[in-house]
């Protein structure tokens, strides 16, 4: 179906679908309408997804770029994918303080909310 597709001969994309409760699942692949799957009990972890509820500082200066803002909130994960996005333009990558706290550097910006 519409639900998976062949990338590359190692590489299969999956839309997960939605869960009831948090934990792992095992993920495994049909390559003939679902008669016959993998066995390699590889695991997905459905966890809370993550909250933000402030910034500090919640201002910085317009055109200057780097500027160290903390990400309060809960539930972040540790992970290299971990980013802060500023407005709706692209991403900069975190630094993992806790589950509640998260560094990222500011891009420029002209001035306004993002």
């Given at each position: 179906g519409?639900q998976a597709?062949?990338v590359?001969s190692?590489?299969?994309?999956?839309?997960s679908?939605?869960a009831?409760?948090?934990?792992?699942?095992?993920?495994e692949?049909s390559?003939?309408?679902?008669?016959?799957f993998?066995?390699?009990?590889?695991?997905?972890?459905?966890?809370?997804?993550?909250?933000?509820?402030?910034?500090?500082?919640s201002?910085g200066n317009?055109?200057?770029?780097?500027?160290?803002v903390?990400?309060?909130?809960?539930?972040f994960q540790?992970?290299?994918?971990?980013?802060?996005r500023?407005?709706?333009?692209?991403s900069v990558?975190a630094l993992?303080q806790?589950?509640?706290?998260?560094m990222?550097?500011?891009p420029?910006?002209?001035a306004?909310?993002?």
């Open positions: 519409d597709r062949v590359t190692s590489l299969i994309a999956c839309v679908p939605a009831v409760v948090l934990g792992s699942v095992a993920v692949v390559l003939n309408g679902g008669s016959d993998t066995k390699n009990n590889v695991q997905y972890l459905y966890g809370t997804a993550a909250n933000v509820s402030s910034v500090i500082p201002r317009s055109g200057v770029e780097g500027q160290v903390t990400v309060i909130g809960s539930d540790h992970g290299t994918d971990l980013s802060c500023f407005g709706t333009n692209g990558s993992y806790s589950s509640s706290a998260v990222c550097a500011a420029a910006r002209s306004g909310s993002v």
